[in-house]
């Protein structure tokens, strides 16, 4: 088992920067592929990025490719979510998740098994 905590949040301005962070404990996070979701107030929480075990394989939702970077430090036991370019449609409660299953499996909820408490990321305009 496995726990991860998002930290990085906050309130940015329309073009702003924010680099989200997921450390996880327990086991290793080598074992997982790794997700980012988020949930927007009234809405379905969606699928933004992942990236596979070893970090050579990379999905992202169409609307945040070119301004969203999914990264991860095996090492440090850790996930980042780099966002630039930010607009008012990003804001969002962003999760962390850890999952066992198939690559292809990475963009649903469903696939994963392990979720953080998630943290809010706010674009004003």
């Known amino acids: 088992q496995v726990q991860v905590a998002e930290s990085g949040g906050g309130l940015v301005q329309t073009g702003g920067s924010l680099r989200l962070s997921c450390a996880a404990s327990?086991?290793?996070?080598?074992?997982?592929?790794m997700g980012w979701f988020r949930q927007a107030l009234g809405k379905e929480r969606e699928f933004v990025a992942s990236?596979?075990?070893?970090?050579?394989?990379?999905f992202y939702l169409d609307s945040v490719k070119g301004r969203f970077t999914i990264s991860r430090d095996n090492a440090k036991n850790t996930v980042y979510l780099q966002m630039n370019s930010l607009t008012p449609e990003d804001t969002a409660v962003y999760y962390c998740?850890?999952?066992?299953?198939?690559?292809?499996?990475?963009?649903?909820?469903?696939?994963?098994?392990?979720w953080g408490q998630g943290t809010q990321v706010t674009v004003s305009t």
């Open positions: 998740a850890a999952s066992s299953s198939a690559w292809p499996r990475t963009r649903a909820t469903s696939g994963y098994d392990y």
């Open positions: 327990g086991r290793t996070l080598s074992n997982y592929n």
């Open positions: 990236i596979s075990r070893g970090g050579g394989s990379t």
